[in-house]
């Protein structure tokens, strides 16, 4: 193995649980609950393609809502919650691990360059990152692989020499059809969500080391072959 590629939301910065948790308290305001069922449609992508949680309270309110207002101070209050985010705890020394085992690190990402560039550089690990591809330079977001091919291309190397690092269903379904090795490595939304995809499943960078995780994987790909 030659290179990590790291998702970004949910594995380098837990957007997906203040994402979550913003809609459901958005739900509470108004009588009404946000399953984790319900928002698992959109863990993973970008946006509200299958499951458009403003539309469905819409909907389910009785009552007159002032809709512009609402939505204005939930996106707020999530921008504000973001914006205090530290890194997921063991995502920094794994960066730090990857380099020292000279493997190129780089991002694939279905957000938006502005995004993901904003808060790498505010965390200040843009720079550790031989690549960042993102969702808008690519023609579709995850499951699609597009991103993590344009990933593997910036790095010049074919997926047999990477793996991946992902957090949810759509983005270990990106990495396997890109034909990259792939870890699952829950957050407190996806970790009770189906990411049986994936190669192999680790509760937290935290727990376990890069050097570990390439010695299982030879090991997986040797039994493979």
């Not at 928002?39 to 809502?65: M, Q």
């Not at 970790?191 to 570990?212: F, H, M, T, Y």
Request: overall charge negative; proline content about 3%; charged content about 25%.
């Amino acid at each position: 193995m030659d290179a990590v590629i790291f998702d970004f939301d949910g594995l380098i910065l837990d957007t997906e649980t203040a994402s979550y948790e913003c809609w459901r308290e958005t739900y509470a305001e108004h009588g009404l609950d946000l399953t984790l069922e319900q928002w698992a449609a959109n863990i993973g992508g970008n946006g509200y393609h299958e499951f458009h949680p403003f539309e469905t309270l819409e909907r389910a309110c009785t009552h007159v809502v002032d809709w512009e207002t609402v939505h204005a101070r939930r996106r707020a209050r999530y921008h504000e919650r973001v914006h205090q985010l530290e890194c997921i705890p063991g995502v920094r020394g794994a960066i730090v691990e990857a380099r020292k085992l000279g493997l190129k690190t780089a991002v694939a990402s279905s957000s938006d360059c502005n995004w993901v560039h904003g808060h790498l550089k505010r965390l200040q690990l843009f720079s550790a990152f031989d690549a960042v591809r993102c969702g808008d330079q690519v023609h579709a977001i995850k499951p699609d692989p597009a991103v993590y091919q344009a990933a593997l291309t910036a790095l010049n190397l074919p997926a047999a020499r990477a793996f991946a690092l992902e957090d949810s269903a759509k983005g270990v379904a990106a990495a396997k059809a890109a034909g990259l090795y792939c870890i699952a490595v829950a957050n407190p939304v996806t970790r009770n969500l189906d990411l049986s995809q994936a190669d192999r499943l680790v509760d937290s960078l935290r727990e376990v080391s890069i050097r570990v995780l390439l010695e299982d994987m030879r090991g997986d790909l040797a039994d493979a072959i």
